[in-house]
């Protein structure tokens, strides 16, 4: 962005944000106190989620409607596909797995669902309920490469559990 005349904006002003994951924990904590209904839960973290990053270009739920299938639940961003079955896709597998997938580079995962073009890199993580079963997965995509960390996989777990499983 420029601002008036023909000096260039200084670099000060171009920030990229990058998550706050204390706050965000506390945000959501405060937010869904006292709520159990998942879908809720699932389009506040969302939201919250979304929202509190730039590298997040698309941020959102698929849930476990069936044995093996995933389909879309609340979300930010573009359109995702609708349905997933668990054989298909970074979402599938982590859904098959229970692990979380951390995709650095999104055209050397075989068989990655791409809903769309411009997303480069991908963390997928397990959403568990109390019992410890898989009730969906948390995709997030960005259209950087390389764009997560273990340190994000570890801080979004840890909110899914303090939200899903308490
Ligand atoms: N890329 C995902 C599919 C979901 S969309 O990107 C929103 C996958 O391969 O599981």
Do not use: N
């Not at 982590?94 to 997303?119: K, M, N, Y």
């Amino acid at each position: 962005m420029r601002r008036g005349g023909s000096a260039p904006c200084p670099a000060a002003t171009r920030t990229t944000m990058t998550v706050d994951y204390p706050t965000l924990a506390r945000t959501v904590a405060a937010l869904t106190e006292g709520e159990d209904d998942a879908v809720a839960l699932m389009a506040t973290l969302a939201c919250e989620i979304h929202h509190s990053d730039d590298r997040f270009d698309w941020t959102g739920f698929y849930r476990v409607t069936a044995p093996g299938l995933l389909k879309i639940g609340p979300y930010q961003g573009g359109h995702g596909c609708l349905v997933i079955p668990f054989s298909r896709g970074v979402c599938g597998a982590c859904a098959r797995s229970g692990e979380t997938q951390l995709v650095p580079d999104v055209e050397a995962f075989p068989g990655h669902i791409a809903c769309a073009s411009s997303t480069r890199s991908e963390l997928v993580l397990p959403v568990r309920d109390r019992s410890g079963a898989i009730i969906a997965v948390l995709d997030i995509d960005s259209d950087l490469p390389d764009a997560f960390t273990e340190a994000d996989a570890t801080a979004l777990q840890d909110i899914l559990d303090a939200t899903f499983a308490r």
